[in-house]
């Protein structure tokens, strides 16, 4: 019973579970329905969404138009742009098989980008469009010179959709010719070029951010306004010395400092606080508005793979702006292939969380499917070799053979060799010129000699996110004659500071200045390489003048002095200087001298006629010698000359010495002194013409700001061009000169014989007979009119010899300088006539027979002239 009791509990049981499933079951049939239900939408509601959709404005870049096929000329263009070669259309039809069996399996993504049209609307495969071409400006050897000539030399043109691929993929020669396109031209022109230069590179097409897409940089910090990081030196602990003098006890009160550094950082915190807010206040406004499409827009873009030039890490490189980025970045939301010129990948990876945590692998068939089997990827090892070994020759021959089979090399590039010229690539630029605005500042760029001051780029920094209070500008200029590489304009203190390449007149560095008047607050450098006294930098104000110095032999390091009022205010010339009031000069260690004789500091105080020095401190010392002489006049007023006394030199000795102690020693000390003195005013005023002459320089610089030319810019110097056009011209006359000794010398006597005749052997002895005398007349005919023209100047000299005798006594100082004249002449051309007869007669039988010797081998002559030879 027990058991029939449990047996009757557990079929129960086994009910009472059947039930439970099938109402679980039926509820979520039910549930199901119920959601079918929801998501059926009336005809008003999808009229309503139908309605929302519409409103959602898709922004549409104004810029220049678009390249279609009715602005190209094709005509032009080679056959491989118009046709597809048989491989070329076997590749076609792998690539649509590749494409229909991605659509099966992967029905939820959008089609590849795979073969587009052409300019001639010829279907082309995307890896084919790539031409890697190495070109020979070293600027395009590193992928940032190549990068910055695409995004220069190109204008941007937004997609027909922003949502889609272009249904057309151009030439990279005809992008070049046209200097226009969208995100894929430029990439393709890029990727051709790292390629050609030796990097692992390859075209992307994905999603970007709308300021990507767009090339706005209205948010981005521009590159030149990022000052570089400075390498913080770490200070050398400077050791305590032994016996050095302790600083005075500190009476001031503690808690009274305690109270003043609480006040400090009580205001410390709320500037903090203010400049937290203003820039939270500052970045909401900044803040972008939400962009409708975003993780849509359809981009294209570069990617370097680590490994080939030496690339640490791979980037990503955008082609509108030449900027690199981290595969990790927040502006790319997605690849959906990938191809260069040998392959094609498509990304089977998720892109949830943009492209951080994409692998690019491109040898991982997981990851990344490729089309072609003849990729240079490594594949990953998915069987372990001991698992799987071949020991059969047979199917080791299989195996390659299938392999053999299913492989399909890249047909070459259909496009043509990518040629810059150096005009274009010089040009960069369309037109020469190109605008970028920036976050706060703006760039603009110009092609070189473009603006004839030689101004190449300008950077205008602004205030405010409108642009329209401006803080600073610098502008950048190349092949000036002055040297002058960059002007740096403050407009909120009016500084103005010039930067100079070496080479300068005046071997400026630095100039910085508010005025180009005289007398004014300016700062010069100096490149002390160049300059002989080792001027490297001069400060001057309206009563100062500092200047440093380095590498002299004097061991002078600082020059500064103090000038007076003038009494008169007159024009401003070498004869009215400033009067001096107090030089100080200070010397580096001398260690040829003992410290107690070398000099760190003299002050001749000029009005006060008085001189200070200073010597410099020994090593073991903590206290310095010092020196004052008062200088008096030399004489009295009497014209007696003073003499040295004691009290004319004030000294302190930190171990005096006996020779130093003699009035002897201290009067040549003042003298020597003297004639320093007079020495440093005679160069402090050679500073002040020196600064006016840099003054009228540099005026005259800017008025005039002439360019330099190469000697190889042909196109642009003119020394260089008219030597060209002279050799050209000799060149051409010498092809004249030679053509005419090349004319045929039988011709007129061939013209007497009946056309079409064949030639007998009486006719050829005949023929070469007239030749020979018709030219020995020539000869003749020349020599007679050599000796006539002779004769005629040797008679008119005579004539004038008698006449000058016949009248002689009546002549005056003007007739005889004219006769004189007349007879030197008369000599000169007699003198020329006798040698050209004398040059004649010796040529004239050498000219006879070098006739006879090439009538003889004349082709038409030589068969019939034979037996005479």
Same mark, same amino acid.
């Given at each position: 019973?027990?058991?029939?009791?449990?047996?009757?509990?557990?079929?129960?049981?086994?009910?009472?579970?059947?039930?439970?499933?099938?109402?679980?079951?039926?509820?979520?049939?039910?549930?199901?329905?119920?959601?079918?239900?929801?998501?059926? #939408?009336? $005809?008003?509601?999808?009229? *309503?969404?139908?309605?929302? %959709? @519409?409103?959602?404005?898709? !922004?549409? &870049?104004?810029?220049?138009?678009?390249?279609?096929?009715?602005?190209?000329?094709?005509?032009?263009?080679?056959?491989?742009?118009?046709?597809?070669?048989?491989?070329?259309?076997?590749?076609?039809?792998?690539?649509?098989?590749?494409?229909?069996?991605?659509?099966?399996?992967?029905?939820?993504?959008?089609?590849?980008? #795979?073969? $587009?049209?052409?300019?001639? *609307?010829?279907?082309?495969? %995307? @890896?084919?469009?790539?031409? !890697?071409? &190495?070109?020979?400006?070293?600027?395009?050897?590193?992928?940032?010179?190549?990068?910055?000539?695409?995004?220069?030399?190109?204008?941007?043109?937004?997609?027909?959709?922003?949502?889609?691929?272009?249904?057309?993929?151009?030439?990279?020669?005809?992008?070049?010719?046209?200097?226009?396109?969208?995100?894929?031209?430029?990439?393709?022109?890029?990727?051709?070029?790292?390629?050609?230069?030796?990097?692992?590179?390859?075209?992307?097409?994905?999603?970007?951010?709308?300021?990507?897409?767009?090339?706005?940089?209205?948010?981005?910090?521009?590159?030149?306004?990022?000052?570089?990081?400075?390498?913080?030196?770490?200070?050398?602990?400077?050791?305590?010395?032994?016996?050095?003098?302790?600083?005075?006890?500190?009476?001031?009160?503690?808690?009274?400092?305690?109270?003043?550094?609480?006040?400090?950082?009580?205001?410390?915190?709320?500037?903090?606080?203010?400049?937290?807010?203003?820039?939270?206040?500052?970045?909401?406004?900044?803040?972008?508005?939400?962009?409708?499409?975003?993780?849509?827009?359809?981009?294209?873009?570069?990617?370097?793979?680590?490994?080939?030039?030496?690339?640490?890490?791979?980037?990503?490189?955008?082609?509108?702006?030449?900027?690199?980025?981290?595969?990790?970045?927040?502006?790319?939301?997605?690849?959906?292939?990938?191809?260069?010129?040998?392959?094609?990948?498509?990304?089977?990876?998720?892109?949830?969380?943009?492209?951080?945590?994409?692998?690019?692998?491109?040898?991982?068939?997981?990851?990344?499917?490729?089309?072609?089997?003849?990729?240079?990827?490594?594949?990953?090892?998915?069987?372990?070799?001991?698992?799987?070994?071949?020991?059969?020759?047979?199917?080791?021959?299989?195996?390659?053979?299938?392999?053999?089979?299913?492989?399909?090399?890249?047909?070459?590039?259909?496009?043509?060799?990518?040629?810059?010229?150096?005009?274009?690539?010089?040009?960069?630029?369309?037109?020469?010129?190109?605008?970028?605005?920036?976050?706060?500042?703006?760039?603009?760029?110009?092609?070189?000699?473009?603006?004839?001051?030689?101004?190449?780029?300008?950077?205008?920094?602004?205030?405010?996110?409108?642009?329209?209070?401006?803080?600073?500008?610098?502008?950048?200029?190349?092949?000036?004659?002055?040297?002058?590489?960059?002007?740096?304009?403050?407009?909120?203190?009016?500084?103005?500071?010039?930067?100079?390449?070496?080479?300068?007149?005046?071997?400026?560095?630095?100039?910085?200045?508010?005025?180009?008047?005289?007398?004014?607050?300016?700062?010069?450098?100096?490149?002390?390489?160049?300059?002989?006294?080792?001027?490297?930098?001069?400060?001057?104000?309206?009563?100062?003048?500092?200047?440093?110095?380095?590498?002299?032999?004097?061991?002078?390091?600082?020059?500064?002095?103090?000038?007076?009022?003038?009494?008169?205010?007159?024009?401003?010339?070498?004869?009215?200087?400033?009067?001096?009031?107090?030089?100080?000069?200070?010397?580096?260690?001398?260690?040829?001298?003992?410290?107690?004789?070398?000099?760190?500091?003299?002050?001749?105080?000029?009005?006060?006629?008085?001189?200070?020095?200073?010597?410099?401190?020994?090593?073991?010392?903590?206290?310095?010698?010092?020196?004052?002489?008062?200088?008096?006049?030399?004489?009295?007023?009497?014209?007696?000359?003073?003499?040295?006394?004691?009290?004319?030199?004030?000294?302190?000795?930190?171990?005096?010495?006996?020779?130093?102690?003699?009035?002897?020693?201290?009067?040549?000390?003042?003298?020597?002194?003297?004639?320093?003195?007079?020495?440093?005013?005679?160069?402090?005023?050679?500073?002040?013409?020196?600064?006016?002459?840099?003054?009228?320089?540099?005026?005259?610089?800017?008025?005039?700001?002439?360019?330099?030319?190469?000697?190889?810019?042909?196109?642009?110097?003119?020394?260089?061009?008219?030597?060209?056009?002279?050799?050209?011209?000799?060149?051409?006359?010498?092809?004249?000169?030679?053509?005419?000794?090349?004319?045929?010398?039988?011709?007129?006597?061939?013209?007497?014989?009946?056309?079409?005749?064949?030639?007998?052997?009486?006719?050829?002895?005949?023929?070469?007979?007239?030749?020979?005398?018709?030219?020995?007349?020539?000869?003749?005919?020349?020599?007679?009119?050599?000796?006539?023209?002779?004769?005629?100047?040797?008679?008119?000299?005579?004539?004038?010899?008698?006449?000058?005798?016949?009248?002689?006594?009546?002549?005056?100082?003007?007739?005889?300088?004219?006769?004189?004249?007349?007879?030197?002449?008369?000599?000169?051309?007699?003198?020329?006539?006798?040698?050209?007869?004398?040059?004649?007669?010796?040529?004239?039988?050498?000219?006879?027979?070098?006739?006879?010797?090439?009538?003889?081998?004349?082709?038409?002559?030589?068969?019939?002239?034979?037996?005479?030879?």
């Amino acid at each position: 019973m027990e058991v029939l009791r449990e047996k009757v509990e557990e079929e129960e049981e086994a009910e009472r579970e059947e039930a439970a499933e099938r109402a679980e079951r039926e509820k979520a049939a039910w549930q199901v329905e119920v959601r079918l239900e929801e998501t059926t #939408l009336s $005809p008003e509601t999808l009229r *309503e969404l139908e309605r929302k %959709v @519409s409103e959602i404005e898709t !922004p549409v &870049l104004t810029g220049p138009p678009v390249i279609t096929k009715d602005t190209i000329d094709i005509s032009s263009l080679p056959l491989s742009y118009k046709t597809n070669t048989a491989k070329e259309e076997h590749l076609l039809q792998v690539a649509d098989d590749f494409s229909r069996q991605y659509s099966h399996l992967c029905p939820d993504r959008v089609p590849l980008f #795979l073969h $587009p049209l052409n300019e001639c *609307e010829v279907p082309k495969f %995307v @890896s084919t469009t790539i031409r !890697p071409t &190495l070109m020979p400006y070293p600027d395009l050897y590193n992928w940032d010179g190549c990068a910055q000539f695409v995004a220069d030399f190109l204008t941007v043109v937004p997609l027909p959709d922003p949502l889609k691929p272009p249904p057309s993929l151009y030439s990279s020669t005809t992008v070049l010719r046209y200097q226009k396109g969208n995100c894929f031209d430029f990439s393709t022109l890029l990727c051709s070029l790292l390629i050609g230069s030796g990097y692992d590179a390859y075209c992307v097409n994905g999603y970007g951010s709308r300021d990507l897409c767009h090339m706005d940089l209205t948010r981005e910090v521009c590159p030149l306004t990022v000052k570089p990081k400075q390498l913080v030196k770490k200070q050398e602990r400077v050791l305590p010395k032994k016996y050095a003098v302790k600083p005075p006890r500190d009476l001031s009160s503690r808690f009274e400092q305690e109270q003043e550094l609480k006040r400090q950082q009580q205001i410390r915190d709320q500037e903090e606080r203010r400049l937290r807010e203003e820039e939270e206040r500052l970045l909401e406004a900044e803040k972008p508005k939400p962009d409708p499409l975003h993780g849509l827009r359809v981009h294209c873009w570069v990617l370097v793979l680590s490994g080939k030039r030496e690339v640490p890490e791979t980037f990503f490189i955008d082609p509108f702006t030449a900027r690199s980025y981290s595969t990790k970045d927040d502006n790319f939301l997605g690849i959906e292939s990938l191809w260069n010129h040998k392959n094609y990948w498509i990304n089977m990876q998720d892109c949830w969380n943009c492209c951080k945590d994409l692998i690019f692998d491109l040898g991982d068939p997981v990851r990344w499917e490729f089309m072609l089997l003849g990729t240079d990827k490594p594949n990953l090892s998915l069987i372990d070799d001991d698992d799987y070994e071949l020991n059969d020759d047979d199917d080791l021959d299989n195996l390659g053979k299938e392999d053999e089979d299913k492989s399909f090399d890249m047909p070459h590039s259909w496009v043509e060799q990518i040629d810059i010229s150096p005009e274009a690539f010089e040009t960069r630029c369309p037109n020469g010129k190109k605008v970028i605005q920036y976050k706060r500042a703006k760039v603009e760029k110009w092609a070189p000699y473009l603006n004839s001051n030689g101004l190449v780029c300008r950077l205008t920094t602004y205030e405010d996110f409108e642009c329209t209070k401006t803080l600073e500008v610098k502008e950048w200029f190349q092949n000036r004659e002055d040297r002058l590489e960059l002007k740096h304009v403050n407009k909120i203190t009016g500084l103005n500071i010039d930067y100079f390449k070496p080479g300068h007149q005046q071997a400026l560095r630095v100039h910085s200045y508010k005025s180009m008047q005289p007398e004014m607050d300016r700062v010069m450098e100096f490149y002390e390489s160049i300059r002989v006294d080792g001027l490297i930098k001069r400060e001057e104000t309206p009563m100062t003048m500092t200047e440093y110095y380095q590498g002299r032999p004097d061991f002078l390091s600082y020059r500064h002095i103090n000038f007076g009022p003038r009494v008169k205010k007159l024009a401003l010339s070498s004869s009215d200087s400033k009067p001096v009031v107090k030089i100080t000069e200070r010397f580096l260690r001398n260690p040829a001298k003992p410290a107690d004789e070398d000099i760190a500091e003299r002050v001749f105080l000029v009005a006060e006629e008085r001189i200070q020095l200073r010597y410099h401190c020994r090593d073991d010392h903590i206290t310095a010698s010092k020196r004052e002489f008062l200088r008096r006049t030399e004489v009295d007023s009497k014209g007696n000359k003073i003499i040295m006394t004691p009290d004319m030199c004030l000294s302190f000795e930190v171990e005096p010495m006996e020779h130093t102690k003699r009035l002897l020693y201290q009067y040549q000390t003042m003298m020597q002194m003297k004639n320093e003195e007079k020495q440093s005013r005679h160069l402090a005023w050679e500073s002040e013409l020196e600064v006016l002459e840099i003054l009228k320089l540099r005026e005259e610089e800017e008025e005039a700001h002439t360019l330099t030319i190469s000697i190889y810019d042909t196109r642009r110097n003119e020394k260089s061009k008219e030597y060209r056009e002279t050799m050209e011209r000799v060149m051409h006359e010498e092809h004249l000169r030679q053509v005419e000794t090349q004319l045929d010398y039988l011709a007129p006597f061939l013209a007497q014989l009946p056309p079409g005749e064949k030639l007998t052997r009486w006719q050829a002895v005949r023929l070469k007979d007239e030749c020979l005398s018709d030219f020995k007349q020539r000869l003749i005919d020349k020599a007679n009119l050599i000796q006539a023209r002779f004769e005629k100047e040797t008679q008119e000299l005579q004539k004038k010899q008698q006449w000058y005798q016949e009248n002689q006594v009546t002549l005056t100082s003007e007739d005889e300088d004219q006769y004189l004249s007349y007879c030197s002449q008369a000599m000169f051309r007699i003198r020329i006539l006798e040698q050209r007869l004398n040059r004649h007669k010796e040529l004239a039988p050498l000219k006879y027979l070098a006739l006879e010797e090439k009538l003889y081998k004349d082709p038409r002559l030589v068969e019939l002239l034979k037996v005479f030879t």
